[in-house]
């Protein structure tokens, strides 16, 4: 019984995090008008599922990886009414979360639900350390460094253009063809984010079911893989609304700007093992582009902010209920 309530629950997860993650990638595409609505959805939710499927190829090094913070010992982080009470309250979370429009880390979900059920399970023992490699820093870090990056690409790219549109040997034809290189440049790199997302936020949610005996790695990565999908098709208009148009106006050149950053900062700091939120780098970098610009919504940003910061004690209460009432 537990076991079957641990495999729907982490598919809503799954789910949850579909509908609020899979449009980050590819929100300066449709803020930027370079593509509909309809036309971006279905590119991040067709390259983030290559990269939930590659992850299948990959499942012991990433489930490794992600298989917990160490904020509690193995006895209780193994157990299935706290993997259980976990999954609940990161879902309900996220879910909240996209329901209202706020992009949100589903690994700050996640984080918080174990820091919950561990405060109900061991008390104060809870490893406060990883708490703080796991959350503390990639909030302060990934808009701080996000929001100054993305103004700077973006400034680059203005002088580059202006330049293009004052010398007279210029062409309008050749500024079509430019403009055509942007767009397929920006077009791939949202690809590329989404991609890494996929690759990475699979395993992550994967690792909750591994005591399902039954259930294979690759099974497990299949259905939370098509979970993400459905949920990013079904209920990902919200967030998209208020990444795409309510962070800031773009046009094409600040959208590809912005998603440069992201994929850059991603990359880079999973290169170096650098705590930062894919979330959080993508909002932040949208919010430097507008900055520069001057359109930016320093309200809207300032709600986001609020909400990365209530996600960790919101999925820890939620968890330490759930588990006090699962553990009985």
Same mark, same amino acid.
């Given at each position: 019984?537990?076991?079957?309530?641990?495999?729907?629950?982490?598919?809503?997860?799954?789910? !949850?995090?579909?509908?609020?993650?899979?449009?980050?990638?590819?929100?300066?595409?449709?803020?930027?008008?370079?593509?509909?609505?309809?036309?971006?959805?279905?590119?991040?939710?067709?390259?983030?599922?290559?990269?939930?499927?590659?992850?299948?190829?990959?499942?012991?090094?990433?489930?490794?990886?992600?298989?917990?913070?160490?904020?509690?010992?193995?006895?209780?982080?193994?157990?299935?009414?706290?993997?259980?009470?976990?999954?609940?309250?990161?879902?309900?979370?996220?879910?909240?979360?996209?329901?209202?429009?706020?992009?949100?880390?589903?690994?700050?979900?996640?984080?918080?639900?174990?820091?919950?059920?561990?405060?109900?399970?061991?008390?104060?023992?809870?490893?406060?350390?990883?708490?703080?490699?796991?959350?503390?820093?990639?909030?302060?870090?990934?808009?701080?460094?996000?929001?100054?990056?993305?103004?700077?690409?973006?400034?680059?790219?203005?002088?580059?253009?202006?330049?293009?549109?004052?010398?007279?040997?210029?062409?309008?034809?050749?500024?079509?063809?430019?403009? *055509?290189?942007?767009?397929?440049?920006?077009?791939?790199?949202?690809?590329?984010?989404?991609?890494?997302?996929?690759?990475?936020?699979?395993?992550?949610?994967?690792?909750?079911?591994?005591?399902?005996?039954?259930?294979?790695? *690759?099974?497990?990565?299949?259905?939370?893989?098509?979970?993400?999908?459905?949920?990013?098709?079904?209920?990902?208009?919200?967030?998209?609304?208020? /990444?795409?148009?309510?962070?800031?106006? /773009?046009?094409?050149?600040?959208?590809?700007?912005?998603?440069?950053?992201?994929?850059?900062?991603?990359?880079?700091? !999973?290169?170096?093992?650098?705590?930062?939120?894919?979330?959080?780098?993508?909002?932040?970098?949208?919010?430097?582009?507008?900055?520069?610009?001057?359109?930016?919504?320093?309200?809207?940003?300032? *709600?986001?902010?609020?909400?990365?910061?209530?996600?960790?004690?919101?999925?820890?209460?939620?968890?330490?209920?759930?588990?006090?009432?699962?553990?009985?």
């Amino acid at each position: 019984m537990f076991l079957i309530a641990l495999l729907l629950a982490t598919l809503f997860l799954a789910y !949850s995090n579909g509908a609020n993650d899979n449009f980050k990638g590819v929100a300066t595409l449709f803020g930027s008008k370079t593509t509909s609505y309809k036309t971006a959805i279905l590119w991040a939710t067709i390259t983030t599922f290559a990269g939930s499927v590659a992850s299948v190829f990959l499942a012991e090094t990433l489930i490794k990886n992600f298989s917990g913070k160490g904020l509690v010992p193995d006895a209780i982080a193994n157990a299935a009414d706290f993997h259980l009470a976990v999954a609940i309250a990161a879902g309900l979370t996220v879910i909240i979360a996209t329901i209202t429009g706020f992009p949100i880390s589903t690994t700050h979900g996640l984080t918080g639900a174990l820091v919950g059920a561990g405060l109900v399970a061991i008390g104060l023992k809870v490893n406060f350390a990883a708490l703080g490699n796991s959350f503390v820093l990639p909030l302060l870090l990934s808009p701080v460094i996000a929001i100054p990056l993305g103004g700077v690409i973006y400034s680059l790219f203005l002088k580059t253009t202006s330049r293009l549109v004052v010398n007279p040997t210029t062409t309008e034809s050749s500024l079509k063809s430019n403009r *055509q290189v942007i767009d397929t440049c920006h077009f791939i790199s949202a690809g590329v984010v989404s991609f890494a997302r996929g690759l990475n936020d699979t395993p992550k949610i994967v690792s909750l079911i591994l005591m399902i005996k039954s259930l294979s790695i *690759q099974g497990g990565m299949l259905a939370v893989a098509i979970a993400m999908a459905v949920g990013g098709l079904l209920n990902a208009r919200k967030v998209a609304e208020t /990444m795409s148009k309510k962070i800031t106006e /773009m046009n094409h050149t600040q959208g590809l700007s912005a998603n440069i950053v992201t994929g850059i900062l991603v990359i880079a700091a !999973s290169w170096f093992g650098l705590p930062v939120s894919t979330t959080h780098v993508s909002v932040g970098s949208i919010f430097g582009v507008g900055l520069i610009s001057k359109k930016a919504n320093v309200g809207v940003f300032y *709600q986001i902010l609020l909400s990365w910061i209530l996600t960790l004690p919101t999925a820890a209460i939620i968890s330490a209920i759930a588990y006090g009432l699962l553990h009985r």
